[in-house]
């Protein structure tokens, strides 16, 4: 009986998270406060100068909007998607003692995927430069 009075009173109800969405709507408050403040309150003079768009301290040369190569992009991508798929394995190395041999299969098929896939880009040329 006393486990079921102990369970009851544990139960959550809105008023449990009152003062978490009291916590919200100060933060939030906070927030806007200081932009609205930092408008009202800092300077407003707007020269050409300080409307011109800033490029760490380089004159500006012709339009950014210039094409470019999309190698750059792809190795980027593939930068990436490399790149998390190699965080996997940091879980693997912290249990591999527990995981057994059924994590290691299910590593082994991992990287078997993994490498599947680089092998895929290099046949495909992706990661040749000279074109």
Known sequence: ??????????????SNYLPIFIQIIFALGLVFTIIWGSDLLGPKR???????NFESG???KG????????????????????????IFFYPYAVNFKQLGWEGFVAV?????????GF??????GAMKWED
């Open 58 to 60: 380089i004159e500006i």
């Open 63 to 86: 339009n950014a909007r210039q094409p470019m190569a999309i190698k750059y992009f792809l190795v980027a991508i593939l930068f990436v998607l490399f790149d998390v798929e190699v």
């Open 46 to 52: 707007k020269t050409s100068d300080k409307l011109q």
């Open 1 to 14: 009986m006393m486990f079921i009075n102990l369970l009851q009173a544990q139960v959550n109800n809105a």
């Open 108 to 116: 082994i098929f991992f990287v078997a995927s993994f490498m599947s």
């Open 119 to 124: 092998v895929y880009i290099f046949k495909k």
